[in-house]
């Protein structure tokens, strides 16, 4: 088996159900009582949301190399990053590290590509919507991207960045992000990508219309046959 070195902590809640279900994976895999190998390394959210706040990429690109660098001296065999927000910049980290890193946009186009599904609504953070780094990963397998209005956009965001992270998560806010959705929709939407790992957690347990893709569980699952292959 092979090593994970996850980065974990943007936020800790859904890092949280990244090592249960890579462990939980694991084990319906090799059964007994085998689980992951793998080392987390968990950031301080606290340190990289005003530079998120500020659009400092490139203070933000510094921590994330450094902590990947560490992992692959630790023995990590590739790179996990457990959020969405920062494969903004996973090509740098990757080429830092010198390690495989499995891209979240990447896997999650080849989930949705599985299904027939031609265009899809995209909801994250604000870097997750109106970077291309998603919609080019999803382009290159033929599926057309829509996001949010940007009064939406906005809400999306803040209620991630200053709730979920948290683990605050709301009816209210619930209500609204399937407002959004619903909206979306009707607009021609045939699938909706839960891009941010905290908003499955937020959303288990609404009714959607259409087939979702819960990215923490795609990006776990590709994490598994990584460590396996």
């Known amino acids: 088996m092979k090593t994970l070195g996850l980065i974990g902590g943007t936020g800790w809640v859904s890092a949280v159900d990244y090592y249960r279900l890579i462990n939980e994976l694991i084990n319906e895999k090799l059964g007994g009582v085998h689980a992951a190998k793998l080392i987390l390394y968990s950031l301080n959210f606290g340190e990289i949301k005003p530079l998120l706040d500020v659009n400092d990429w490139d203070n933000i690109s510094r921590i994330y190399i450094d902590i990947a660098v560490k992992l692959k001296e630790a023995g990590a065999n590739c790179i996990v990053l457990a959020a969405n927000t920062p494969h903004l910049i996973a090509d740098k980290i990757k080429q830092a590290a010198q390690l495989p890193l499995i891209h979240i946009a990447e896997v999650t186009a080849k989930a949705i590509k599985e299904t027939g599904i031609k265009k899809v609504a995209l909801l994250g953070t604000r870097f997750t919507m109106e970077n291309s780094f ?26 991630i960045l200053n709730e979920m992270v948290k683990g605050v998560f709301t009816g209210s806010s619930m209500t609204t992000h399937l407002e959004i959705i619903n909206r979306l929709i009707s607009e021609g939407a045939e699938g909706v990508v839960y891009a941010c790992t905290e908003i499955p957690i ?22 598994v046959a990584f460590a396996l292959d």
Do not use: C, M, Q, W
């Open 134 to 159: 998603y919609k080019d990963a999803l382009a290159d397998h033929g599926i057309t991207t829509i996001v949010p209005y940007e009064i939406e956009r906005n809400f999306i965001h803040n209620s």
């Open 202 to 223: 937020l959303l288990k347990d609404a009714s959607v219309s259409v087939t979702t893709f819960d990215t923490t569980l795609i990006h776990a699952k590709a994490a």
